[in-house]
């Protein structure tokens, strides 16, 4: 990982590459259409760039949160996207800037994903829904994402189906990481003491693409809590109608009590279930950049040039 990184106790990374344009939003932007979505603190735009007319999606945060500074919140998001550049399994950021003289939000413009988030569709009907070879793709790359992060030593802390785009949904298209805001970086530290975020857990996405329900749920908070505490999942014929022994395997492995005993990410791209066919799930042009992880990038001389291709 770039050695520039500057990251504290915390695991928060206080240094930008690019530099925040002073440019405002509306000069350089039009919005167009309704939100694509929002989350606890920011609210995500459709938007064209007005000189190359390309389309974008906007994330607008507040630098302002209960009342407290968040400044650093957000320019630690925007240095682990920075740092997940050559990743091709995470959304790329394409440029930040301010959204009204002083204390509005900055905002950054990374790739759209036009299919939306993997949540609709693994609560969608059964014609929508995923089917098991759809979903062995997908975790495919949900897991050469995770496991590129935490090659560059970053956790995400909050991987759930709201933060997991689509580049399309018909036909299904490919997948991207998104949301960073919770995100650690691990340059400096050995154990991360805040409990921050949803648990990290692909057996809990696989779970949900695979039968369209969350494995802890119960009726109330205290009832999940105690499924969770307890590893009390349902793996009944009922549930899992259709899908095979090996996912159910697989799921299985992941959803275990001792953090130690569930399997990295690497690990994972190895069980029998996801191992089958090694890269026909990508698009060629992944493979180059994923031989190749470490790779050390070239420096952007133009910081406001476009990332990459929308
Ligand atoms: P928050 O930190 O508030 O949760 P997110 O980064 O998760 O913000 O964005 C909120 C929602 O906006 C996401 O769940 C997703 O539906 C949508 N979204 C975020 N980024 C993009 C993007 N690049 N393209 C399309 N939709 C996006
Ligand atoms: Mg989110």
């Given at each position: 990982m770039p050695?520039s990184?500057?990251?504290?106790k915390n695991?928060?990374v206080s240094?930008?590459?690019?530099?925040?344009?002073t440019?405002?939003f509306?000069?350089n932007?039009?919005?167009?259409?309704?939100?694509l979505?929002?989350?606890?603190?920011?609210?995500v735009?459709?938007?064209?760039?007005?000189t190359?007319g390309?389309?974008?999606a906007?994330?607008?945060?507040?630098?302002?949160?209960k009342?407290e500074?968040?400044r650093?919140?957000?320019i630690?998001?925007?240095?682990?996207l920075?740092s997940?550049?050559?990743?091709?399994?995470?959304v790329?950021?394409?440029?930040?800037?301010?959204k009204?003289?002083?204390?509005s939000?900055?905002m950054?413009?990374?790739q759209?994903?036009a299919?939306?988030?993997i949540?609709?569709?693994c609560v969608?009907?059964?014609d929508?829904a995923?089917?098991?070879?759809?979903v062995?793709r997908l975790?495919?790359q949900i897991l050469?994402?995770?496991?590129?992060?935490?090659r560059?030593?970053?956790?995400?802390?909050d991987?759930?189906?709201?933060?997991i785009l689509?580049?399309?949904?018909?036909?299904?298209g490919?997948i991207?990481i998104?949301?960073?805001g919770?995100?650690?970086?691990?340059?400096?530290?050995k154990e991360?003491?805040?409990?921050?975020?949803?648990?990290?857990s692909?057996?809990?996405?696989?779970?949900?693409?695979?039968t369209?329900?969350?494995p802890f749920?119960?009726?109330?908070?205290?009832e999940?809590f105690?499924?969770?505490s307890q590893?009390n999942?349902?793996?009944?014929?009922?549930?899992f109608?259709g899908?095979?022994s090996?996912?159910i395997?697989?799921?299985?492995?992941?959803?275990?009590?001792?953090p130690r005993?569930?399997?990295?990410?690497?690990e994972?791209l190895?069980?029998?279930?996801?191992?089958?066919?090694?890269h026909?799930?990508?698009?060629s042009?992944?493979?180059s950049?994923l031989d190749?992880p470490?790779?050390p990038?070239?420096s952007?001389?133009?910081?406001?040039?476009p990332?990459?291709t929308?």
């Amino acid at each position: 990982m770039p050695d520039s990184r500057m990251t504290n106790k915390n695991g928060m990374v206080s240094k930008i590459q690019t530099r925040i344009r002073t440019d405002l939003f509306k000069n350089n932007y039009d919005l167009v259409g309704k939100e694509l979505g929002r989350g606890k603190f920011a609210v995500v735009k459709k938007c064209i760039e007005k000189t190359t007319g390309k389309e974008y999606a906007a994330k607008f945060l507040r630098k302002r949160r209960k009342g407290e500074d968040c400044r650093m919140d957000i320019i630690h998001e925007i240095a682990v996207l920075e740092s997940a550049k050559s990743n091709p399994f995470v959304v790329s950021l394409h440029e930040t800037l301010h959204k009204d003289n002083g204390l509005s939000p900055a905002m950054n413009s990374s790739q759209g994903a036009a299919g939306g988030e993997i949540f609709n569709q693994c609560v969608a009907d059964n014609d929508e829904a995923f089917t098991e070879q759809d979903v062995i793709r997908l975790a495919r790359q949900i897991l050469m994402g995770v496991a590129c992060l935490h090659r560059n030593n970053v956790v995400h802390l909050d991987l759930k189906p709201q933060n997991i785009l689509l580049t399309s949904s018909r036909p299904l298209g490919d997948i991207r990481i998104v949301d960073f805001g919770l995100s650690r970086c691990m340059d400096n530290i050995k154990e991360l003491r805040e409990i921050l975020g949803t648990p990290e857990s692909i057996g809990v996405l696989t779970y949900v693409m695979l039968t369209g329900e969350s494995p802890f749920l119960g009726s109330d908070k205290q009832e999940t809590f105690l499924n969770i505490s307890q590893i009390n999942v349902d793996y009944s014929q009922d549930v899992f109608e259709g899908v095979s022994s090996l996912a159910i395997d697989f799921i299985k492995s992941l959803l275990q009590k001792n953090p130690r005993k569930r399997a990295t990410a690497e690990e994972c791209l190895k069980h029998p279930w996801l191992s089958g066919h090694p890269h026909s799930h990508l698009h060629s042009s992944h493979l180059s950049s994923l031989d190749e992880p470490e790779t050390p990038e070239e420096s952007d001389p133009e910081p406001e040039s476009p990332a990459s291709t929308p």
